[in-house]
């Protein structure tokens, strides 16, 4: 049966497809503040220290989305604590703290049922997406995009110059935490879609496309958003009509993308970029 | 002149090193003053502690008769250049609107009377033809000359400036330096961390001298005597050539 079809007459698919576009959507806006302050790191860090919190939600019977954020938002705020009481550098304090929460994760997780589960949550089933799931997941969308745009100022502020942005009396550290608040909740709304493991690919892929593209960081994080819907579209396309991980295929579409725009890029692409060298050295050859 | 801004006994460490000891001061409303002093003397330090960017150990710092955190909106302060991401994706125009958000407050979005502030204030540094251009595009002192405009764009009775004139062009030079001259007359207070000894007679009226802590404070003159360069930097003709010694 043909794609579009199945969507017209399969539910599933629609909710599938409504919460993958919208998890690219939201992906993209926040992946555009991950790549620009440096934090890429940072969020696969968080995206992996949800997995204690969904396991123990799981075991209490609430919904997973407060486990996860509340294990996501701690994570975080241990990873701050040690490397600035420590001679410890930032990467190696993440490399630490977000591998202690997956693994407690894991633990925790095994405790709890069957493999099949643990599966899912790291590779993401979008075709098994509950009703309720897709509500979690735009209400998440929804309340991030309207931070995102009332705080947008600050967020700017503090990702290009932080020192400029504590001179003037805004609180970096309050605006860092605000960001891993909105990084855990789009994770978890991603849980589904592409899974723990893959949403970080999700959160950079798009957004260093888009930064490829643009010299405005509203039109970037357009762009980046844009990327996260057509790739959450088109992998839901070959996850269907091939059977194939909608996580793995949605972050492979997302990748040919930026493969595309990293080669054509018509200021910052590789080719350009080999065609003004050359003209730079045949100029040289002249004089 | 009034005493806009007094250091007390200030005292600050960096990750357990002294980094600054007792260092006390007044300037009037109205100086344009350097902070100079060798590699090392604690100079961006002071001015980062002063603002609060650096907590100190000891002492305080009352500007405008208040502690920091009470009057930061009339401060702008320009950082070093190298603290910048320059890939940044941001226009210059847009870079210098950032210096309307502090008076804008949360929540609010600039409108088209701060862009056209923005603008205005691009132009009196004259980099208003390079409004539409990325920040990473232009030179040195181009760079520079947007970030005062963002600091005039802050409407500040204040300014803080940390090595404005590294890595910039003459013509850059010459602005910066008439627009400070400008601010002062407007009755301004500017405070600018220099690195080097040449030049700190053109620019300024008065200088701190420092090496981690305070050798001298006065008229430019009267710091730049020998005796006190060579208590501050080891050796008199440090950072001069003979020319310029000759002059003083």
């Known amino acids: ?287 | 002149m009034s005493t806009v801004l007094s250091v007390n006994d200030l005292n600050v460490s960096y990750l357990g090193n002294q980094a600054l000891t007792g260092i006390s001061f007044d300037l009037d409303q109205g100086s344009l003053a350097g902070i100079i002093g060798p590699n090392g003397a604690g100079k961006s330090t002071l001015i980062k502690s002063m603002i609060g960017l650096i907590p100190s150990d000891q002492g305080n710092v009352r500007i405008l008769g208040e502690s920091v955190n009470k009057i930061r909106r009339r401060i702008a302060y320009v950082p070093q250049r190298n603290d910048i991401d320059w890939d940044f994706p941001i226009h210059v125009l847009d870079a210098v609107l950032i210096g309307t958000y502090p008076s804008l407050g949360l929540f609010k979005k600039p409108r088209k009377k701060d862009r056209e502030w923005a603008y205005e204030c691009l132009r009196r540094v004259g980099m208003h033809d390079f409004s539409n251009r990325q920040i990473g595009e232009l030179s040195g002192g181009q760079q520079q000359r947007v970030f005062l405009a963002r600091a005039l764009a802050q409407k500040a009775e204040l300014f803080f400036l940390d090595e404005p004139f590294v890595g910039v062009d003459i013509q850059s030079e010459e602005t910066i330096i008439q627009i400070l001259k400008e601010l002062q007359s407007e009755g301004k207070t500017i405070l600018v961390v220099h690195h080097d000894l040449s030049k700190a007679n053109v620019y300024f009226d008065e200088l701190v001298l420092l090496n981690k802590e305070l050798i001298a404070k006065g008229k430019v003159s009267d710091v730049l005597s020998s005796k006190l360069i060579s208590k501050a930097y080891g050796n008199p003709l440090a950072f001069m050539n003979e020319r310029e010694v000759n002059q003083l």
């Open chain 1, 1 to 287: 049966m043909n794609f579009v079809d199945a969507i017209i007459q399969y539910e599933f698919l629609q909710k599938a497809l409504i919460t993958s576009v919208m998890v690219g959507i939201i992906c993209g806006v926040i992946g555009c503040f991950i790549i620009l302050r440096g934090m890429a790191l940072m969020g696969d860090a968080i995206s992996h220290a949800v997995l204690p919190g969904v396991a123990i939600s799981y075991m209490l019977g609430i919904n997973f989305f407060f486990g996860a954020v509340a294990s996501g938002v701690l994570t975080s705020i241990a990873i701050g604590f040690v490397s600035q009481n420590s001679r410890l550098k930032n990467d190696t304090s993440i490399g630490i703290m977000f591998t202690s929460a997956f693994a407690a994760g894991i633990i925790l997780i095994t405790f709890m049922k069957s493999s099949t589960d643990l599966y899912h949550i790291l590779f993401g089933n979008v075709l098994a997406v509950r009703p309720s799931d897709m509500w979690v997941t735009l209400g998440i969308g929804l309340l991030v995009i309207t931070v995102v745009y009332f705080f947008y100022k600050e967020l700017l502020v503090t990702s290009f110059d932080p020192t400029m942005a504590s001179a003037y009396g805004l609180s970096t550290k309050l605006i860092h935490y605000l960001l891993m608040t909105m990084l855990t909740m789009v994770t978890v709304a991603s849980l589904q879609t592409v899974g723990i493991v893959l949403v970080v690919a999700m959160l950079i892929t798009p957004a260093a496309t888009a930064y490829l593209l643009t010299d405005r960081l509203t039109l970037m994080i357009y762009l980046a958003s844009g990327f996260g819907a057509v790739a959450a579209f088109i992998g839901l396309y070959f996850s269907f009509t091939y059977n194939l991980s909608s996580g793995a295929t949605i972050v492979l579409v997302s990748t040919v993308m930026f493969i595309a725009v990293f080669l054509m890029s018509p200021k910052y692409g590789f080719i350009q970029r080999f065609i003004r060298s050359r003209k730079i050295r045949s100029l040289e050859g002249e004089m």
